[in-house]
């Protein structure tokens, strides 16, 4: 009996890997797209997700080995809006015929202030670009839910229903949470509405809650700022009556120190602005992390 249940189990396992390697796999350039592909498509599709949790999208670039392991994929995930600066390289490099499809095409742009006197996230990102960071939107992230729920029915026609019945789910799951975003900032009076982050990766965001956005240098962990650079922050600060500034962890302590010294502001906890920030947190996490973050330090609230 011991030997019979044992061969039915390997049959069970023989089956479910050769019925894994039948489904169409699906690439990611980041894990919130991993998210989005595995509620939509369930089981249905195999997701080789290529940069993970705590990555940083603006310096990743497919290795020899990340591209070997996609070499099958039927379908390439992208964020879009030129996030993913590498993705013609990308693409010349896959077998012909793959899918290529950016998740934000059709969230509406909005572009880097070329007037404004701040820091940018990345050179390839600077005055006058389009902003990539349109995720941090409920709505918007709406938008391309909506598109690529469209984009996989087309790749898996027998799935239509389950796929558009996973897409509507999760749309009025998105449309709860921005009403939500909008319940916890009401309390935060508007001329309290800005947003002093590490670099420019929550224009979409201010945007769709009404606060002003101002990425300053010397919140980051990359190079720290010229003296010039530091006093033409601590200018800012002061002239904006800044009350909390949101720094990137891991940025220098003495800068820091030297800009809570000089103005009087707040260090609140740093925001989630690229990632998730680690495995197991989902897009809802990170949206509710970051507005629970903000209200604390916006309203003096512990």
């Known amino acids: 009996m011991k030997r019979f249940l044992s061969f039915v ?23 919130l797209l991993s998210e989005m592909v595995s509620r939509l498509a ?3 599709v195999r997701i080789e997700e290529l940069m993970g949790p705590g990555g940083n999208p603006h310096t990743f670039d497919p290795s020899p ?28 490099s896959l077998p012909e015929g793959v899918i290529f499809y950016e998740a934000g095409r059709l969230v509406p742009s ?13 050179p390839t ?3 006058g670009a389009i902003d990539p960071h349109w995720w941090h939107s409920p709505m918007a992230m709406r938008t391309a839910v909506r598109h690529m729920g469209r984009a996989l029915e087309r790749l898996l026609p027998d799935h239509r229903s389950e796929i558009r019945g996973s897409a509507r789910e999760m749309m009025s799951e998105l449309e709860a949470l921005h009403r939500w975003v ?18 420019a990766a929550f224009g979409y965001f201010c945007e769709a809650f009404g606060f002003q956005s101002i990425p300053v240098q010397g919140l980051t962990t990359e190079d ?24 990137e962890k891991g940025a220098s302590e003495r800068i820091l120190e030297m800009i809570v010294n000089e ?40």
């Open 42 to 44: 369930g089981d249905h």
């Open 263 to 302: 103005t009087g502001v707040r260090l609140a906890e740093p925001l989630l602005a690229d990632n998730t920030g680690t495995a197991g947190k989902t897009y809802n996490d990170m949206i509710r992390h970051n507005v629970n973050s903000i209200v604390r330090a916006l309203t003096g609230e512990e």
């Open 224 to 247: 720290d700022p010229t003296p010039s650079y530091l006093a033409e922050t601590i200018r800012i600060l002061r002239r904006e009556n800044i009350r909390a500034v949101f720094p």
């Open 182 to 199: 909008e319940e916890e900032v009401s309390g935060i009076p508007r001329n309290r509405r800005k947003l002093v982050t590490a670099h």
């Open 125 to 127: 990102h600077s005055h």
């Open 65 to 92: 080995r990340d591209l070997a392991r996609i070499q099958d994929a039927v379908m390439v995930v992208a964020m879009g809006k030129n996030l993913e600066t590498y993705l013609d390289r990308l693409e010349a």
């Open 110 to 122: 909005l572009r880097i202030d070329v007037e404004s006197e701040v820091f940018m996230c990345c």
């Open 9 to 31: 189990c390997l049959l069970c396992g023989l089956f479910s890997a050769v019925n894994a390697e039948e489904r169409p796999m699906v690439a990611t350039l980041h894990p």
